[in-house]
């Protein structure tokens, strides 16, 4: 009977701490860690008569093509967002006395990152190889991506790691970087999309 009550009031204590002190050090988290990235997606100016920086692309690689890595990226960047709270609850679960008492939830995230990442890669290869080269040559990161899918495919089979929170934390590093990576290459081809000489 005591260890009933224990477990209920430490799920209660963390469910409080988990919609309170917790989400607001992964909002800290998240601010840091974008502080620290080299590349973010190209923006319109505050202008009104600014236009959309991706207007200009069509003659570097299809347009259908760009808004999907476009949109890709934005919800990698959500996923990559929810795993500063699922680390966190990740470290939390290894420090706790009574296991089992912190609810992680970094399956889902994990599914999804993988989804995504998935759908890209699936949309470069309908792409024709010569727009592949080409893209290729502007930093397209087809190939580094799939090598982050193909290892969080591996890592998706070996749930029960002695450490979750070393496989979780090597996904969230996976995917950021993947954020990074569509990020600087998005970049990429709105400069060159804007050059007349190229």
């Known amino acids: 009977m005591v260890e009933i009550t224990l477990l209920i009031a430490g799920g209660l204590g963390n469910l409080v701490w988990d919609l309170t002190g917790r989400r607001v050090s992964a909002r800290s988290r998240r601010r840091s860690r974008r502080a620290r990235r080299r590349a973010s997606l190209p923006l319109p100016a505050a202008d009104e008569t600014a236009a959309d920086p991706f207007a200009a692309i069509v003659s570097v690689a299809p347009s259908e093509f760009v808004e ?14 929810h795993f ?10 290894g420090n706790m006395l009574l296991h089992g008492v912190v609810y992680v939830r970094g399956e889902a995230p994990r599914e999804r ?17 010569d727009v592949v080269e080409r893209l290729r040559d502007l930093g397209l990161p087809d190939q580094p991506l799939d090598a982050t899918w193909t290892r969080e495919q591996e ?8 450490r979750p929170s070393e496989m979780l934390e090597a996904t969230a590093h996976d995917l950021e970087l993947a954020v990074v990576l569509l990020f600087g290459f998005l970049r990429t081809l709105t400069l060159v999309g804007g050059d007349p000489y190229r």
Do not use: C, F, Y
């Open 113 to 129: 990152g993988r989804a995504l990442l998935r759908t890209w890669l699936d949309a470069v290869a309908s792409l024709p190889v």
């Open 68 to 81: 999907q890595t476009r949109v890709i990226a934005e919800e990698l960047d959500r996923v990559v967002d």
């Open 84 to 93: 500063d709270l699922v680390l966190l609850r990740a470290e939390a679960s």
């Open 155 to 162: 890592r998706s089979r070996w749930p029960q790691a002695p």
